[in-house]
Structures are given as structure tokens and as C-alpha cells.
């Protein structure tokens, strides 16, 4: 009775770590890539055992062979394609390997999504895919004449084994990647927006992003938090004159989407304070904990704002923080742990009241307040909308806080902020 029969019979199904590759397979890239496929889940459930047999099989002393290293192409553009399907863009897959994965299967991810973008045509490519993929430097710099994993083994000095190692350790992050929500269309399907993109201008960006360069390099701290709160006045009063100017055109923008990562430690603390940025600035945002970013929706240029803001502002706050620490008439308590994560989510928390109180001041200070409120409010439900069909299914999650020293001398740092709008700090 053959393997397959008695697997059928039986009801087993095939080991995620038995390849099965016998001679004649060898030297068949589909099946290779099948192969390598089925390692890759192996390595991704710990099976390091199946790894090293896999490899043991395939790299050889000598050069690797052209089917194989087909076949790994193959592998890897299949499951890249599954992987784009499923939500992921260049840069969150990029953001994932750097966390996880060592610095050559990082390099092997970056050809394999260029690989991947090459065949279509510029402008059935969506902008932010381009924007992604110039950023990380992705671009078929290899030649015709070798399969791309050779040449690129050839470039980092990898024995056969360090090469086929690398492709199995990146393909095994993507299958641990679990599915998201798209939110940009996907290369070949993206179209010419029927309407102008509403982001910030470029020369209020340019002004937004001196400001937040100057309070990123002061060391001194209440300048930095003068200079934060400026940017966010410009950025607010910029929002409100748009959002007056798309009910006077009926051309709404609608809401799009933007995934911000975060970097440990105190990454729920530092969630928060990408949270309170986000609703200061008419978004909503929701944090996947277990992969360390965040799904903001909102108009594009407001999503500009919450990037280039809370980018700042995770700046600032470490950096007081740490300042905050290392005071001397603080006690050992400040450089513990508890004592940081309490400091950032009561920063977090002070700095969203007083964004609240700020947008509040700049609304009721314009010329056209009146007007503007419900228009905002159609505005956020609209936001709203966007985002309860991309996540109908959203629960909120607190965060415990273990250092009432630290939550205390977050709220101090917090309050020191002062907001151009804010009367009671003029």
C-alpha cells in the first residue's frame, strides 16, 4: 500500500516536518518550493530537528543547484503573495522581521518583496506600496543570468546551508503572520483617486516638521514641550480650516488607514499615548499587542499629523523619563520598570486631557465655530463608520499600573506641557 493511501486511510494527515523529497524531487523546483514550504511551518512550530534533516538533504559542498534555488524562489513568492493578501504591506512585514528575525533572513524578505512588486506597472501600484518599497531601498538588483538566492549567497559570503537557512527562518516568520484587515489595495488593482489627495501641504509639513525636530534636539524640556504643543495647534488649525473647505466642495476625504510600530520596552504605555493623539486628532486607532503595532483610520492628512506628533512626542517622553529617573532625589524606584511604564501611561493620559482642552480652545477660538461643529461631528462619524466595519468586533483592554511614584511623576511631566491654546499657560 503506498504512503498516500495509508495516510488516506488512516485519516493521518502529512507531518508538517517529512518534506518527503526523494531523488527525482531534487531536482524539481515546484516540488522543491513544496518542500521548503513545509519546513518552514516545521521551523515556525520549533521543530529545529526537521530544519537541520531539510538541510542535511539539500546543501551540498559544492554549488547549490539551479532547481533548488528556483525552488526557494518559488516557495517565497508564494507565501509573500499569501502574506500580501492577508493585510500585511512591505513595511509592516519589514518591521515584523527586524524584530524577530536575524539581519540576513531581514535582507532575504526585502528582495523577495521586490521580486514580488517587479512585474506590475507603476501606476496600477498603489502609492503607499511605492512609498514602502523606495523607503526599505526594495529593488531587483540582481541580474538575469543566476536564480536570485545564489547571487544574493554569492553577495554575503552564506554557505549553501547559511543561505537555505536564512530563506527557511524568513519564510517562517510570514506563515506565523496572522491576517489583517487591507487596508491598501493590493499591486494591480490599485486606481487613480477620482479626487485630489487632502493631505497636510507641503509647506505647513515642512513648518510641523521643524518644529518637532527643534523639540526633539533641545535638552531642555520645557522648550520641547512649547514647541510640540505649537506643532499641534497648526496641525489642528489646519485640519479645521479642511474640513471646512471639503462640505463647501462636496468632496469629502474619505478615511483611509495607517499601521504605526512599536518598539519595546513599555509598549502598551507608549499605545496609549498613541491612542491619545489619535482621538486629539479625529482618529481611531486600535493596537494588536502580540505583533507591537497600532491600526490608525482617519482622513489622510489627520493621519499625517498622528504620525509626525506621537513619532515626537515617544521621543520626548522617554527622554524625560530617563531624565526623570536619573533625578538624585528620587529614590532607586525610578529606573525600575513599573516605575517607567506608570510614568509613560500617566504621561499618555494627562498629555490626551489636555489635547482634548486644547482642540476644544482652538475650536471655540475660530472665526466659524458655530459652522464647524457639526461638521465635525459628521466628520467623526464618518471615521467612526470606517472603523467599525474594519473592526466590528473591538473590545478595550486596560493597563495595570504597579508604581504610584512613576504614575505621579508621569503627571507632572505631562502638566509642564504647555499648549499655545491653553490660557491658563499663556
Known amino acids: 500500500m503506498g504512503k498516500q493511501n495509508r495516510r488516506r486511510r488512516t485519516g493521518r ?48 559542498s559544492g554549488p547549490l543547484p539551479h532547481e533548488q534555488a528556483h525552488g526557494a524562489q518559488l516557495a ?20 515584523a522581521a527586524r524584530r524577530r528575525v536575524d539581519e540576513f533572513a531581514v535582507g532575504y524578505l526585502t528582495d523577495v518583496m521586490a521580486a514580488y512588486i517587479q512585474p506590475f506597472t507603476p ?25 536570485h538566492l545564489l547571487q544574493w549567497a554569492n553577495e ?58 527643534k523639540a526633539e534636539s533641545t535638552s531642555f524640556p520645557e522648550e520641547a514641550e512649547t514647541l510640540s504643543a505649537k506643532a499641534q495647534e497648526l496641525m489642528t488649525k489646519h485640519a479645521l480650516d ?35 493623539v489619535t482621538r486629539a486628532n479625529r482618529c481611531r486607532a486600535i493596537f494588536v499587542a502580540a505583533w507591537e503595532f497600532m491600526t490608525v483610520v482617519g482622513d489622510d492628512s489627520d493621519l499625517d499629523a498622528v504620525e509626525l506628533l506621537t513619532t515626537s512626542l515617544l521621543v520626548q517622553a522617554t527622554r524625560t523619563m ?43 477660538e475660530s472665526a466659524d465655530a458655530a459652522r464647524l461643529l457639526p461638521v465635525l ?4 462619524r464618518t471615521v467612526d463608520e470606517a472603523f467599525d466595519t474594519l473592526f466590528p468586533a473591538v473590545r478595550g483592554r486596560g493597563i495595570t499600573i504597579r508604581s504610584a511614584e512613576g504614575w505621579e511623576a508621569g503627571l507632572e511631566a505631562a502638566d509642564r506641557v504647555r499648549f499655545a491654546s491653553d490660557p491658563a499657560r499663556a
Not at 32 to 47: F, H, K, L, Y
Not at 327 to 347: E, G, H, I, V
Open 123 to 147: 501606476e496600477s501600484v498603489d502609492e503607499t506600496w511605492r512609498a514602502q518599497i523606495e523607503m526599505l531601498g526594495a529593488d531587483t538588483w540582481w541580474s538575469g543570468s543566476d536564480p
Open 377 to 380: 461631528a459628521s466628520h467623526q
Open 322 to 364: 530617563i531624565a526623570t529617573g536619573n533625578q538624585t532625589a528620587r529614590s532607586d524606584q525610578s529606573r525600575s520598570r513599573a516605575f517607567r511604564k506608570a510614568f509613560l501611561t500617566a504621561y499618555a493620559t494627562r498629555i490626551g486631557e489636555r489635547l482634548v482642552a486644547a482642540n476644544e480652545s482652538t475650536i471655540a
Open 13 to 60: 494527515a502529512e507531518r508538517a516536518d517529512d518534506p518527503a523529497l526523494d531523488t527525482a524531487a531534487l531536482s524539481d523546483p515546484a516540488q522543491i518550493a513544496d518542500a521548503i514550504i513545509t519546513v518552514a511551518v516545521a521551523s515556525a512550530q520549533g521543530n529545529s530537528a526537521a530544519v537541520r534533516r531539510f538541510l542535511g538533504q539539500l546543501a551540498g
Open 76 to 95: 517565497s513568492q508564494q507565501v509573500i503573495a499569501r502574506v500580501f493578501q492577508h493585510g500585511w504591506l512591505p513595511m509592516d512585514i519589514h518591521q
Open 242 to 276: 479642511r474640513v471646512l473647505v471639503d462640505t463647501d466642495t462636496s468632496a469629502p476625504n474619505l478615511p483611509g488607514a495607517r499601521r504605526i510600530w512599536l518598539d519595546t520596552p513599555y509598549v502598551e504605555a507608549k499605545a496609549l499615548l498613541v491612542e491619545v
Open 156 to 213: 554575503r559570503l552564506l554557505t549553501n546551508a547559511e543561505a537555505l537557512s536564512s530563506v527557511i527562518e524568513a519564510l517562517a516568520l510570514l506563515v506565523q503572520l496572522p491576517k489583517l484587515e487591507l487596508i491598501r489595495p493590493l499591486p494591480g488593482t490599485a486606481r487613480a483617486h477620482l479626487a485630489a489627495h487632502h493631505g497636510v501641504d507641503e509647506k505647513m509639513l515642512g513648518r510641523i516638521r521643524g518644529l518637532l525636530a
